[in-house]
């Protein structure tokens, strides 16, 4: 017979060697956790801070789709992309693909995701930074607290600063 605990322990060795299921079991240390989420010195790519396609952008984008809104097209549930042009919500290309050929049909390069809310520019092939780049800084918003119910955490840019209201209390004296 053999004794239960060995054998979950086993178990869960052969998950872990196949990758993604229960991690939460294990103790991913901070650093290795920021590294797979932003790449190390290869395969990241920096999102762009500058994009000459923001010209197309609706001029109403107070007004946005909520985020669990289904493919236009083919009623796909999730994962979706919101064209930043036309406000169409469109499924993406692992799924149905039908942003993909909103973009080849209808010349819009600019859609925003759903699942994450970052801002893909067709035309440049790349990611958009939607809290550096200002005419995507109130849809990104308007985004994110439709998916949150809250508004999205304040990110130290270099070029904000929000230092000024917190003139009270002239040292760094913390608590
Ligand atoms: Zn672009
Ligand atoms: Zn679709
Ligand atoms: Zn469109």
Redesign the pocket.
């Known amino acids: 017979m053999i004794p239960s605990s060995d054998r979950a322990q086993n178990l869960s060795n052969r998950s872990m060697a196949t990758g993604t299921s229960s991690s939460s079991l294990l103790p991913i240390d901070e650093e290795d956790e920021i590294l797979m989420l932003y790449g190390s010195k290869s395969g990241w790519v920096e999102a ?1 801070t500058h ?4 010209a197309s952008l609706s001029s109403d984008l107070t007004h946005i789709p909520t985020p669990d809104t289904p493919c236009n097209r083919c009623q796909h549930p999730v994962e979706n992309w919101l064209c930043l042009c036309c406000k169409e919500v469109l499924c993406s290309r692992f799924a149905n693909k039908h942003m993909l050929e909103h973009y080849k049909l209808a010349d819009h ?2 859609a925003l995701s759903f699942s994450d809310l970052s801002v893909w ?1 067709f ?2 092939n ?1 990611y ?1 930074d939607a809290q550096v780049i200002m005419p995507l800084q109130s849809v990104h918003f308007t985004a994110y607290v439709l998916k949150f119910n809250e508004p999205p955490p304040l990110r130290a840019v270099e070029c904000v600063h929000i230092t000024d209201n917190r003139a009270d209390g002239s040292s760094t004296s913390g608590k």
């Open positions: 762009k994009c000459d396609h923001l390069s600019l520019c035309s440049c790349a958009l």
